[in-house]
């Protein structure tokens, strides 16, 4: 069974970093791209970021550009999200989901990890 | 970016009753390799997105089959036959055919 698990949300304040961890099961992570979204509270989803099965390549979302870094240990079966210089505007629930090769779209989704920006 | 709007934003259905969501993009969807890439996700309350859908009509393994989706080119819906109490929460459209991936704004399913 595919299970994608979170980690590493919580409060930090404007300019602050944070990582966030996706521990992925149930099938080989390193044949996948993997991706994150995210979610305001009450709102939609916004595409933030994804990164392909040898890392070669990695994509943002303009709104996160230069502020967040996606990255991926395949020996830990695990995929992070690092992010820096973190505003109101990024409080939301993170969710990492795997790439469904050739369809284009994310077929399975974690449960999510909330950040909160405040001080 | 590619632009989805989905209508209508609340649809309060009445249990055994049909429900039809609209989508629709400000471009084509049509991939220059022949494919259309568009997905449709449910969201119940207080959970993660599950897909049910993918390239307009494909529907995901588990997923009833009164959910169905139909549509091309700038135009899509996604279709529930007769709805059910476990059919409440919101439903997204997200094409994956330019970049990035966008999401329509989600459409509540509520029951009457």
């Known amino acids: 069974e595919v299970q994608l698990v979170e980690s590493g949300g919580g409060l930090v304040q404007p300019g602050g970093s944070l990582r966030l961890s996706c521990a992925a099961s149930g099938f080989t992570l390193s044949g996948y791209w993997m991706h994150w979204v995210r979610q305001v509270p009450g709102k939609g989803l916004e595409w933030v970021s994804r990164?392909?099965?040898?890392?070669?390549?990695?994509h943002y979302a303009d709104s996160v550009q230069g502020r967040f870094t996606i990255s991926r240990d395949n020996a830990k079966n695990t995929l992070y999200l690092q992010l820096n210089s973190l505003r109101g505007e990024d409080t939301a629930v993170y969710y990492c989901?795997?790439?469904?090769?050739?369809?284009?779209?994310?077929?399975?989704w974690g449960q999510g990890v909330l950040i909160s920006v405040s001080s | 970016d590619g632009v989805v709007t989905q209508s209508p934003l609340s649809l309060p259905v009445t249990l055994g009753q049909p429900a039809s969501i609209s989508c629709r993009s400000s471009q084509s969807l049509a991939h220059s390799d022949g494919n259309t890439y568009l997905s449709w996700f449910q969201q119940r309350p207080g959970q993660s997105p599950r897909r049910l859908i993918y390239k307009v009509s494909n529907r995901d393994s588990g997923v009833p089959d009164r959910f169905s989706g139909s549509g091309s080119g700038t135009d899509f819906t996604l279709k529930i036959s007769r709805v059910e109490a476990e059919d409440v929460g919101i439903y997204y459209c997200?094409?994956?055919?330019?970049?990035?991936?966008?999401f329509g704004q989600g459409t509540k399913v509520e029951i009457k």
């Open positions: 989901g795997r790439d469904h090769y050739g369809y284009n779209s994310i077929d399975y």
């Open positions: 990164i392909n099965g040898d890392s070669r390549k990695r």
């Open positions: 997200m094409q994956g055919t330019h970049w990035p991936w966008t």
